[in-house]
């Protein structure tokens, strides 16, 4: 049986699970989509909606305990449904390539590039060894890879996350297959090489009219790159429409629900709630009846959960599943209506750190001379912090912003310099810090999972900045567990659950009631946010809001998302190899004049607004190593302002602008408002605002 003309992949009806020990359970049900020849389509949900799970297993990719209960797959005129394990994995690699989210784990590391890359043509050609790796030397060109004839001779853990994924691309593109599937690929990735990744899939489907499957929980990524979006919950469609449609006018209340949870840049909704998802998706084996999102909506009626819906055709290429879905638009709530959390004004000085440095032996050389390599991660830093503030902290990885936390912690030692708290001067180690001084300042860390024993109870982790001799009392200590609990929204009867039993979400809440157990004056939060869905950000995004709000709590927040910095920040620090290269309030760093790597670096994120047009500008190469920090400017080897040899040979100067804005750049500031453009223009097309 054909599949209609032009279309490259079609999913009819299927529904797939996997088998346990005791049962079947079915994770993804009665889907139906079908995918045009040449499209990008994104599909889009929170972890555990069965995304992965829906595009490995239309293409017949499961594990063992996988199956198929019903449905058929095509892809362009061929039935994939039933093919033999021998006849799909022909297929796999020549007419299907995909690409993974964590290209280490997709890269065998004893091989080359150049040997995966010639293994990968051979296997579907007849090409001989020199023919495929001229072939991979033209796809490394093509993917825009610098030296070719270097990369192939390199081992995986020898290039940078982002090259590496532009490999893994490369290699699957490299017998030109009908269909790429991509799973999650920049999420590891920080914002400057999502850019250069985000820009090749734009630019393969135009080069090669490839048909892209990408899968995302990241909405401003789809809205960069694809066409059409398919919005997937608890295993079952949501809505499937065009980019226009799905933001600008969604018709079913988890893509409004979603939409709504994601930070814009806009100054007006700053430091306002978000509107954030209650509850959790359900397991697959405790489906609720009728609408699967029913208990989670803020527009359920009674029939909702009763009747299940079917996707219905609301314009000639949106469809929703929701009975109501005439009225979703209409329902929806302005954030800038939400609560507002006022800007705290200046105060008293909380923290501060005078030309910090933490320089540390490079690897391997920690027994070699006196005159071995040192990294330079932190190289002369120097901020304040006033009580109640926030101050968001950006760059690309190894920038050195979690070295600086971490030495402001004192879990490493700094090289020089000074850090106060409440003016008194901190020891360089955290053993050598007063128990006070160690209640005041506390940390967030990325991963949840690492920073909770899993031994202990969530009582236990909670209570451990309690237990000091002489302060609370047992009752006082359990008393005040459980006002954390309601505090970070975690029912009581989390008390004596285990680490295991909850959510990354529920996970980070517990992290986030243990730092303030002690009533801490200052906290730490590095990437608290980065692993999670944007729901659940959203909600803990309000959570640290109200925290703060409540207990006049100083916050020092590093993370790669600018939007969210943005959103939560008072003030905002852009750092670069060790160097803070550009200071002040939030509204002044994100508009010119600023400074060319914080330039660049709005320029690289995806907004969550097809309406808004950007700056294209593109840093070439990654961060030079710490170990080698470039003379002058330590930005002027990437920089597209560079001004010659100046930059090259002479340290910028540290200009004042209004507010207390400070840019490290011999660009003066008049010139940079002139020349630099504001980083998000609305489209004049534009017939109706997203929402925001």
């Given at each position: ?122 296997s579907h050609t007849d090409l001989s060894r020199v023919q495929a790796l001229e072939l991979a030397h033209e796809m490394l060109t093509r993917v825009a890879m610098p030296k070719p004839e270097a990369i192939v001779a390199q081992y995986p853990h020898q290039l940078s996350g982002g090259m590496l994924q532009r490999c893994v691309i490369a290699m699957a593109m490299i017998n030109s297959p009908d269909l790429l599937i991509m799973d999650e690929p920049t999420t590891a990735l920080d914002v400057t090489s999502q850019a250069v990744v985000l820009d090749l899939v734009a630019d393969l489907r135009e080069t090669f009219s ?263 009392s047992r009752r006082e200590i359990i008393t005040r567990t459980f006002a954390l609990l309601e505090a970070v929204n975690l029912p009581a009867s989390y008390y004596n659950r285990m680490p295991g039993e909850l959510s990354g979400g529920e996970k980070q809440r517990v992290a986030i009631a243990r730092a303030f157990a002690a009533d801490p004056s200052v906290v730490l939060l590095d990437e608290p946010l980065s692993a999670l869905d944007v729901s659940v950000q959203a909600s803990l995004i309000n959570l640290l809001f109200e925290l703060q709000h409540l207990n006049k709590t100083t916050y020092l927040f590093i993370s ?133």
């Open positions: 049986m054909n599949t209609s003309k032009g279309t490259a992949l079609d999913i009819r009806n299927l529904t797939l699970g996997y088998r346990t020990e005791d049962t079947e359970l079915d994770v993804v049900r009665q889907v139906s989509l079908s995918i045009r020849a040449g499209e990008s389509f994104g599909l889009v949900g929170e972890s555990g909606s069965g995304k992965s799970t829906l595009a490995m297993g239309a293409i017949g990719y499961m594990p063992d305990n996988g199956y198929m209960r019903t449905g058929e797959v095509f892809l362009k005129d061929r039935r994939l449904t039933g093919l033999t394990r021998p006849e799909m994995t022909r297929i796999w690699g020549k007419t299907i390539g995909v690409v993974y989210q964590n290209p280490l784990t997709a890269m065998n590391p004893s091989l080359t590039i150049g040997q995966q890359m010639v293994e990968a043509a051979k490839s048909t892209i499957l990408y899968i995302t929980h990241d909405l401003a990524v789809v809205a960069k790159i694809c066409q059409r979006i398919g919005v997937l919950y608890a295993g079952e469609l949501m809505e499937v429409g065009t980019i226009h449609d799905i933001f600008n006018r969604p018709a079913h209340p988890y893509t409004l629900s979603l939409l709504g949870c994601v930070p814009h840049f806009d100054a007006q909704a700053r430091r306002r709630a978000m509107d954030s998802i209650p509850g959790r998706i359900p397991r697959m084996d405790e489906l609720p009846q009728g609408c699967v999102f029913a208990p989670r909506c803020q527009f359920a009626l009674p029939e909702c959960h009763t009747k299940q819906p079917r996707l219905e055709t609301v314009d000639k290429e949106h469809q929703s599943a929701c009975i109501r879905h005439a009225h979703i638009l209409g329902l929806a709530r302005d954030t800038r209506q939400m609560k507002a959390y006022p800007t705290p004004k200046p105060g008293k000085q909380v923290l501060s750190i005078s030309s910090l440095k933490k320089y540390y032996p490079a690897s391997g050389s920690f027994f070699s001379s006196r005159n071995a390599k040192m990294v330079k991660a932190v190289n002369g830093v120097n901020l304040t912090l006033d009580k109640g503030f926030t101050m968001g902290i950006v760059g690309e990885s190894g920038c050195g912003k979690t070295t600086l936390i971490r030495t402001i912690m004192g879990l490493l030692s700094p090289t020089q310099g000074e850090i106060r708290l409440d003016n008194i001067a901190l020891a360089p180690r955290v053993a050598d810090r007063p128990l006070d001084t160690l209640r005041k300042i506390q940390m967030v860390f990325q991963n949840p999972e690492a920073s909770l024993n899993p031994r202990h109870t969530i009582a236990q982790s909670i209570q451990r900045p309690m237990v000091q001799p002489g302060i609370l790669h998302d600018l939007a969210t910095v943005q959103h939560l920040s008072d003030w905002i620090a852009v750092m670069y190899l060790g160097r803070i290269m550009e200071t002040g309030r939030s509204d002044k760093v994100f508009a010119p004049p600023y400074h060319p790597y914080t330039e660049a670096l709005l320029s690289a994120i995806p907004v969550a607004d097809p309406n808004i047009q950007q700056q294209h500008i593109r840093l070439e190469g990654s961060v030079p190593s710490a170990m080698e920090i470039p003379d002058g400017c330590p930005f002027h080897t990437r920089c597209p302002r560079k001004r010659g040899s100046l930059c090259e040979t002479q340290a910028p100067p540290q200009q004042e602008g209004l507010d207390g804005h400070s840019i490290c750049c011999h660009i003066p500031m008049e010139e940079l408002g002139r020349i630099q453009a504001a980083a998000f223009v609305p489209t004049q097309k534009t017939q109706e605002a997203p929402l925001s």
